[in-house]
């Protein structure tokens, strides 16, 4: 750059003498902004390459955080998962023994109902519909089947479908509600033992002699012709004197199970499905009293990723700039901003429980001149040269301390004075060996080496030392005996 510099002056010399000195120098003035900017602009993309390195550097630590974080809660998210499946599993049994509970309480009431004479015709009672299909006497439902349908949706809400009571020989039916399909299908039935055959079907015959286990039935799911509703059905057979005299249905929506896990999705921050596909983990387990169509409760992988991915990231991004902040602060509490030294403060209790040192001081000459010469500035930066310079000179093993303005110490390795004296002598032949901030920079050194000894003492005995250094001119290395 500098050569392409005397290319265009030596061009500019060569203009013919009739030029102007006013135009000679509105061109040189040119040419030096030119090249000025081209320095500003180099200067500028070392910057924006140094910032660019140390956004780098940041973004791998906190990948590096992020993914170990990451993995730690994907796994523990799993097994929280895992183990919130099976209490979703018993709470899910829970509400259907629940349902069945409150459904063989109808058989009490239905044997104590008082019968009426109606004729044939629909009629409307407590929101219960009844069919009659040929006069007959009626057992009166209606308010009962209105009290079953209250305390079943406490359990389970809109997923109670329909609730329906089928008289044996079928010569009427109440309905909760009662549907076209429903209405029209009881009417046109050529069948007075439907009740019948379903139980049998269903193996619910002499359910009366059953002590435990399951006196109804579960079916599996199907969808109910005319209203396409997906749902399973309880079968409850009514028994008296050994007489199947009734047969009470209660159709539940198929979608209990997953309005079930939803819910406990959103009080327990679980991703469980009820679905049988793709999944990482999954149970199959039957309902009770149902011996088709079991339930899956699962987990996926990609649920588990979506739900901890942002919380994760957010989490990982707090910890990071915590981090961060609080080695920023320890830092500032350890270490000398302007040298990089650590600070007289944080180091001075360390020294005072030593008692073996090799310890030199270094103070910078005559630099009470070069403040009140070239101002603070200019000794700030007289003092960043000096310390870095003294950083390349000592090991990992070495510590530096700035003790005061402009002097320092440094704590060596080495228990030999000789091999001291010669780290010393290496500061301060590199200190002297180049100007700094445009300034012939010395210093003197005093220093110490005993491995029995307080700090005060050997303080005491290197301060001799420097200025010992001091006063024999300055620029040199002393060592105390």
């Not at 993995?71 to 099976?86: A, G, H, Q, R």
């Not at 602060?329 to 001075?348: H, I, V």
Request: charged share 25%; glycine share 4%.
């Amino acid at each position: 750059m500098l050569n392409g510099f005397a290319d265009h002056y030596d061009a500019f010399s060569s203009i013919r003498d009739n030029v102007s000195l006013y135009e000679k120098q509105r061109l040189i003035t040119f040419f030096v902004d030119i090249y000025s900017a081209a320095f500003i602009t180099l200067r500028m993309t070392m910057l924006r390459e140094l910032m660019l390195l140390q956004l780098k550097r940041h973004a791998f630590i906190f990948s590096k955080i992020w993914a170990l974080l990451f993995c730690f809660f994907l796994v523990c998210y799993f097994f929280f998962n895992v183990i919130s499946i099976n209490q979703l599993e018993r709470g899910v049994v829970d509400d259907y023994k629940n349902v069945y509970s409150i459904s063989r309480r109808f058989s009490s009431y239905y044997n104590n109902a008082k019968t009426i004479n109606l004729d044939e015709g629909k009629y409307f009672r407590s929101d219960v519909s009844v069919v009659v299909i040929r006069d007959t006497k009626v057992k009166v439902l209606s308010e009962g089947i209105y009290k079953l349908r209250t305390e079943l949706e406490k359990l389970i809400g809109d997923n109670l479908w329909t609730i329906a009571v089928f008289q044996n020989p079928s010569n009427y039916v109440h309905l909760d509600p009662i549907r076209d399909n429903y209405e029209q299908f009881y009417k046109t039935r050529e069948d007075d033992n439907i009740i019948g055959r379903i139980v049998h079907n269903e193996n619910l015959k002499k359910t009366y002699q059953s002590f435990y286990g399951c006196n109804l039935k579960l079916t599996e799911k199907y969808i109910e012709e005319g209203t396409g509703e997906n749902i399973r059905s309880i079968y409850y057979p009514i028994y008296n004197k050994r007489h199947l005299d009734a047969l009470l249905v209660v159709d539940i929506k198929a979608s209990l199970l997953h309005e079930r896990v939803e819910h406990y999705n959103s009080i327990k921050s679980t991703v469980i499905n009820s679905q049988n596909d793709n999944n990482l983990y999954q149970k199959t387990v039957y309902l009770p009293c149902s011996e088709h169509d079991p339930i899956t409760l699962g987990i996926n992988l990609t649920d588990l990723i979506k739900k901890i991915f942002l919380p994760v990231f957010l989490f990982s991004l707090t910890l990071y700039a915590v981090s961060y902040n609080v080695k920023r602060s320890k830092k500032m509490l350890q270490y000398d901003a302007m040298t990089g030294f650590y600070r007289r403060d944080f180091y001075e209790n360390r020294l005072k429980r030593m008692k073996a040192f090799s310890l030199l001081i270094i103070d910078i000459d005559n630099f009470k001149r070069v403040n009140d010469t070239y101002g603070h500035k200019k000794g700030d930066e007289v003092i960043q040269q000096v310390a870095k310079r003294i950083l390349d000179c000592v090991t990992q093993h070495d510590y530096c301390i700035r003790w005061g303005g402009e002097e320092f110490i440094v704590l060596l390795d080495s228990g030999s004075t000789i091999k001291s004296q010669e780290k010393a002598e290496r500061i301060r032949s590199a200190i002297e060996k180049e100007l700094i901030a445009d300034l012939q920079v010395t210093v003197s050194i005093g220093g110490v080496v005993d491995d029995d000894t307080t700090f005060s003492d050997a303080y005491k005995r290197a301060d001799v030392a420097l200025y010992q250094s001091k006063n024999n001119g300055r620029n040199r290395v002393t060592m105390a005996n």
